[in-house]
């Protein structure tokens, strides 16, 4: 990171009650907080939305199915030896998002790699990310209609509000009776 980028987050976003985080993209902010606000403005504003976590983006540690092929991460412990929860996202096929699938107790992240491979290996994941649950910031569900209902009531969440072209056109005839004729 360089001294005029703020950190990145990854966002993940939940569109119904009980249904699965998706990967929506990632913004910039100072810190998790402000990356929670951050994230609710870009992401929630049009789609449903229920629920969000926020993750740093220097604390997802990445394995496409090429690389878990030529060479699997060691099941060692990491430094601390202390077993931690891990979140699991997985690609699955070569189309869509990353989605949340689970979660796995491992001693580092190579260990929860390995984990998540043979625990949900048989989805036909393309790309892994795994996350120490510690390193998540969430949404409160007990807050989900405050921080997303508002939204869903405006009518600029549909394009059809703006009918910019219909208008267009009214300006284009209205400039064109005015016009001398030649």
Not at 92 to 113: D, F, M, N, W, Y
Not at 166 to 176: K, Q, Y
Request: aromatic share 8%; with cysteine.
């Amino acid at each position: 990171m360089n001294d005029t980028q703020l950190p990145r987050f990854e966002v993940f976003v939940q569109e119904r009650r009980n249904g699965p985080h998706l990967n929506a993209g990632s913004v910039h902010a100072a810190d998790a907080e402000l990356a929670l606000l951050n994230a609710r403005d870009v992401f929630a504003r049009r789609p449903e939305c229920h629920g969000l976590w926020i993750v740093p983006a220097d604390r997802v540690t990445a394995r496409t199915a090429e690389q878990l092929a030529v060479e699997m991460p060691s099941s060692e412990p990491g430094e601390s030896g202390r077993a931690e929860t891990y979140r699991v996202f997985g690609k699955i096929g070569h189309k869509g998002t990353h989605e949340h699938l689970g979660r796995v107790e491992a001693a580092s992240a190579g260990q929860a790699i390995r984990k998540a491979f043979d625990t949900f290996g048989s989805l036909s994941v393309t790309s892994w990310w795994v996350v120490p649950e510690s390193a998540c910031l969430e949404s409160a569900e007990d807050e989900a209609d405050a921080w997303f209902k508002p939204a869903q009531d405006k009518p600029f969440r549909d394009q059809a509000f703006y009918p910019v072209e219909t208008f267009m056109r009214s300006l284009r005839r209205a400039r064109e009776s005015k016009e001398p004729r030649r």
